[in-house]
C-alpha cells in the first residue's frame, strides 16, 4: 500500500532553517507529483509546494524565495528546506500524492518557529 513518512520537524528560532524529509513507498515515485502542505491551528490546511514528476516545481507566494522543495527518486523521497522562517510558517506539515485517483497523506510532522 502507499506509505508516506515524513520527518525532520521541530523547535526552530526565528529566521532559521529546517529540512523536512518525505519517504514514499507502495507507488512508481518517479512518475508522481509530490506536494507539501502545512496547517496551524484553526486554519485550513494550504499547499506549501510541489514537485512534479519532470522536476517543475511551484511554490505557494508565502514561501517563494525561502522554500526549496526537491526530490531524489533513487531514495524516493521528497525534501522541503525551509529558510528564512517565520512564526506564520508554525503548523504540521503534510506530504500528499496522488495515485489511480486517490489522495495519499503522511501522519505529519511539526514545525514550530518561536524564539
Known amino acids: 500500500q502507499v506509505q508516506l513518512v515524513e520527518s525532520g520537524g521541530g523547535l526552530v528560532q526565528p529566521g532559521g532553517s529546517q529540512r523536512l524529509s518525505c519517504a514514499a513507498s507502495g507507488i512508481i515515485f518517479s512518475t508522481k507529483d509530490i506536494a507539501w502542505y502545512r496547517q496551524a491551528p484553526g486554519n485550513e490546511r494550504e499547499l506549501v509546494a510541489v514537485?512534479?514528476?519532470?522536476?517543475?516545481?511551484t511554490y505557494a507566494d508565502s514561501v517563494k524565495g525561502r522554500f526549496t522543495i526537491s526530490r531524489d527518486n533513487a531514495k524516493k523521497t521528497v525534501f522541503l528546506q525551509m529558510d528564512s522562517l517565520e512564526p506564520e510558517d508554525t503548523g504540521v506539515y503534510y506530504c500528499?500524492?496522488?495515485?489511480?485517483?486517490?489522495?495519499?497523506w503522511g501522519q505529519g510532522t511539526q514545525v514550530t518557529v518561536s524564539s
Open positions: 500528499n500524492t496522488k495515485s489511480y485517483g486517490l489522495d495519499y
Open positions: 514537485i512534479a514528476r519532470g522536476g517543475g516545481t
